[in-house]
């Protein structure tokens, strides 16, 4: 990695650190601007990058930083109901951004589609987590509409809204850092 790659990929792993204590406690999953900088992260960095940054941010957390949402880190985050979502920033930044690798100007459609699968990716985690420690770690015994109600539902209109400033955002960046990043790398 060149010197200027590492200087994105921390930028990167920060902004996703000030974007997760942008928060708003609505119930087990707080409402925060994470989905906005994995989907930025997803748009504008090639796959490799996209896993380490991600992956970096989700071991950041683990070893006791404060970067998850509200200030919160070290190992019991595994236990937070909204931890699945963590895990799930990585492969769907990483997805993201190899769909988009695949296009050599990547279009409106393109990024509707990716943020898409993104999108599709990190509820299927982030949803099945929450429903085993709610439900098997800490006896909860949420039915599949409530864990919806819960983990997805109420986050849905500001989830098109991040897809959106992140699609604008990422076509103005994507081009100029492109530049200087290779895919190969």
Do not use: W
């Not at 404060?66 to 236990?79: K, R």
């Not at 800490?138 to 991040?162: C, E, N, R, S």
Request: proline residues 8%; hydrophobic residues 55%.
């Amino acid at each position: 990695m060149k010197t200027r790659d590492i200087t994105l990929s921390a930028l990167m792993i920060a902004i996703l650190a000030i974007s997760s204590q942008l928060s708003i406690p609505i119930g087990p999953i707080p409402i925060t601007l994470q989905t906005f900088a994995v989907l930025l992260i997803g748009m504008i960095l090639p796959s490799k990058h996209a896993f380490i940054v991600t992956s970096a941010y989700l071991l950041l957390g683990l070893i006791g930083f404060p970067v998850f949402a509200n200030g919160s880190g070290g190992i019991q985050s595994f236990l937070s109901p909204a931890f699945g979502f963590a895990i799930g920033f990585i492969p769907a930044a990483t997805v993201m951004a190899r769909f988009l690798e695949k296009k050599n100007q990547p279009s409106l459609p393109h990024y509707l589609i990716a943020s898409l699968v993104a999108t599709l990716v990190l509820y299927s985690i982030g949803l099945s987590y929450m429903s085993f420690i709610l439900n098997v770690v800490l006896g909860a015994q949420m039915t599949l509409p409530q864990v919806l109600m819960a983990g997805m539902l109420p986050f849905l209109p500001g989830d098109i809204l991040k897809v959106c400033l992140s699609i604008v955002v990422a076509q103005r960046l994507r081009t100029p850092l492109q530049a200087s990043i290779r895919p190969s790398i």
